[in-house]
């Protein structure tokens, strides 16, 4: 079955603890990304990968960090975890940039406290 | 940068129509989308339209596209309770900008 996976689903946390989560696709797709998901802000870009080793920032990266050293995982990584970064994380994944559909995984609940 | 917006609530009778939305900046965009969120759920795309059609008709799920104005609509015929869920417009042709999200409740 073609899908996004995202692990863990729940997180809780505290501050300044390092946290991967992680993403995986088993669709072949080049591109992927992620998004935090925030009340009354709708979902915002955190950062994205085109391909294998090339990463790039979206609109809210500070905090974050990725890499894509495999064309099917592309992990999250908070650093320094703080309480601003509690939100619903969501990672995607298309065939390319331009592709129509992008393909969402389930969604993970940071609590950061 | 780009934006999208989308009004927040929309609550409709079952039966009715419904219809979403949605204005965008982005006048290069080639695609323009309709993604559905339901409860504890990721984003489905539900349907999308070229930026060179003005409409498209999928059952029961009408877009309608005014370039001019950059105005993106989504109706619903015969709204169900099924259908309650978050709806994010979103337009791009290279990284999709999303909307905030209309929440739509379907109440009997």
């Given amino acids: ?113 | 940068g780009e934006d999208v917006e989308q009004s927040l609530f929309l609550s409709v009778r079952e039966g009715d129509s419904s219809v979403i939305n949605c204005t965008y900046t982005d006048s290069s965009s080639t695609y323009l989308y309709w993604y559905k969120q339901e409860p504890g759920a990721g984003l489905q795309l539900l349907t999308y339209i070229f930026s060179n059609m003005d409409m498209k008709q999928d059952q029961r799920l009408t877009v309608l596209l005014n370039k001019k104005d950059k105005h993106l609509s989504l109706r619903i015929a015969d709204t169900q309770t099924g259908d309650s869920a978050i709806y994010f417009c979103a337009s791009g042709s290279y990284i999709p900008t999303f909307g905030r999200g209309t929440s739509l409740i379907v109440h009997p």
Wanted: proline share 6%; with cysteine.
């Fill in chain 1, 1 to 113: 079955e073609a899908q996004v996976t995202q692990n863990p689903r729940y997180l809780i946390t505290v501050t300044g603890k390092k946290l991967t989560v992680t993403c995986s696709q088993n669709m072949n797709h080049e591109y992927m990304s992620w998004y935090r998901q925030d009340p009354g802000l709708g979902l915002r870009q955190i950062y994205y990968s085109m391909n294998v080793e090339v990463t790039d920032k979206g609109d809210v990266p500070e905090g974050y960090k990725v890499s894509r050293k495999e064309k099917r995982n592309f992990p999250l990584i908070l650093e320094s975890p703080s309480p601003n970064q509690t939100s619903l994380y969501f990672c995607a994944s298309s065939l390319s940039n331009n592709a129509y559909e992008q393909y969402f995984g389930p969604g993970t609940r940071l609590t950061v406290t």
